[in-house]
């Protein structure tokens, strides 16, 4: 296990109800003035809207609003959230939603107090020292930006979808997780999400470190129970049991917790990115389509790797003879999982052409340091257009 520093100061308040805590918790990291920031008209038909806002009352909290957050969130809405945020002196960011709706609240949060425009801080020009307090009532479970320590935005100059470095002060004072409010999400939200918190450990689980046994086993117990847990909560969206289980996973899935002294991978995420910047597909969606790729593509790297996920993930049976056998076994195991779940795994699903890899090869050269990334296998812009072309097989 390689060394490693490891911090994760948030606060969960989990459970049914708890989002009626949330001016208390505010009150509790010291905000006097809050901007609510969230995304559509969801959170006003589940109730969360209502639920939050009266505890910020209750607790006798002033609030102003930034709404409309889209997926794939853009610097527009960070912009606006900036200037709004320094009209009304608000100490505090409280984003109410999912990770387009978190990440936008923590680029708010440490760009209030800078001069200069908050994209600096993606570019590697100025570096993210502190920020405004942030605090979360999750309605998605998906992203894990919860409890994380990552934020990421699309430029809409340029349509640069870029995360900023990662920092441990962009991670949330507290998160308040009520599973009650994402049993009204649609099937496709629901098994986005899935998809999403699954590559973020498997990102993890792809490692050149040896002699990681327990994190190997917490990302396997997790990705078991994301794999049991989201066709239980499609089936049956009142469900109490798999929601929570859903929503503590995609926290476990990106706090790093299970990423701690091992190597990690990210190439399918920086993948994607393109596809999401291209074609405004949702996240998991193209991690549905791009993962199952990168795996075939990567896999003679390190065969029983794959193997071992799939006898450990998947419960498929070991082909000692032939190992190569079971890994892709598992990879059309995690493919049809996804299908399963309703979710796209080719490329053309998302609207993709193959005429646009060149394209989306070239926009990822645009980021500094953009060639090669992947810490499980190097991939460079070869790499990734073959990558991008085994999706249109799916």
């Known amino acids: 296990m390689n060394n490693f520093t490891f911090y994760s100061p948030t606060l969960f ?23 609510l920031v969230y995304g559509g008209g969801s959170v006003k038909r589940n109730g969360a809207y209502d639920a939050v806002t009266a505890s910020l009352k209750e607790a006798g909290l002033p609030f102003v ?39 936008t609240a923590k680029a708010i949060g440490f ?17 993210i020292e502190r920020t405004l307090p942030v605090g979360v009532v999750l309605t998605i479970a998906a992203a894990g930006s919860e409890g994380s320590d990552s934020c990421v935005i699309t430029q809409e100059r340029g ?22 409010l994402t049993c009204s999400l649609p099937a496709y939200q629901t098994a986005s999400g899935a998809v999403d918190m699954l590559a973020h450990i498997c990102e993890r689980y792809f490692s050149n470190t040896p ?41 476990l899935a990106h706090n790093n917790s299970c990423g701690v002294g091992r190597e990690q991978d990210w190439a399918s995420h920086q993948i994607e990115h393109e596809l999401s910047a ?19 593509y990567v896999m003679e790297h390190d065969v029983m790797r794959f193997a071992r996920f799939a006898v450990n993930v998947f419960g498929c049976e070991m082909d000692f003879a032939h190992p190569e056998n079971t890994a892709r076994e598992g990879i059309a195991r995690l493919r049809g999982f996804f299908r399963a779940l309703g979710m796209p795994t080719t490329f053309a699903e998302i609207g993709g052409r193959e ?18 990334f992947g810490g499980f296998v190097k991939i460079g812009p070869d790499e990734m257009g073959a990558i991008l072309r085994l999706t249109a097989q799916g």
């Open 278 to 296: 291209f074609y405004d597909c949702a996240h998991g969606a193209g991690l549905a389509v791009v993962m199952p790729a990168w795996m075939e």
């Open 111 to 127: 760009s209030v107090g800078y001069d200069g425009d908050f994209w600096d801080f993606f570019t590697g020009k100025a570096k």
């Open 211 to 251: 002699d990681v046994a327990l994190t190997d086993r917490l990302c396997e117990a997790l990705l078991k129970t994301i794999v049991e847990a989201a066709p239980k909560a499609i089936a049956a969206p009142g469900d109490y049991a798999p929601r929570a289980d859903l929503m503590w996973a995609g926290m």
């Open 65 to 103: 609003e930034l709404c409309g957050i889209q997926a794939n969130p853009r610097s527009g809405k960070v912009y606006e959230g900036i200037e709004l945020a320094r009209q009304n002196n608000c100490d505090f960011i409280l984003a109410l939603g999912g990770g387009s709706v978190i990440d």
């Open 13 to 35: 308040a989990f459970g049914d109800g708890e989002e009626q805590n949330t001016g208390a918790l505010v009150r509790r990291f010291g905000g006097a003035k809050v901007l």
């Open 159 to 180: 349509n640069l979808k870029w995360g900023c470095p990662k920092t441990d002060v962009i991670r949330p004072k507290f998160a308040v997780l009520d599973p009650r």
């Open 355 to 372: 005429e646009d890899i060149p394209a989306m090869v070239s926009h990822r050269a645009e980021k500094p340091g953009g060639f090669p």
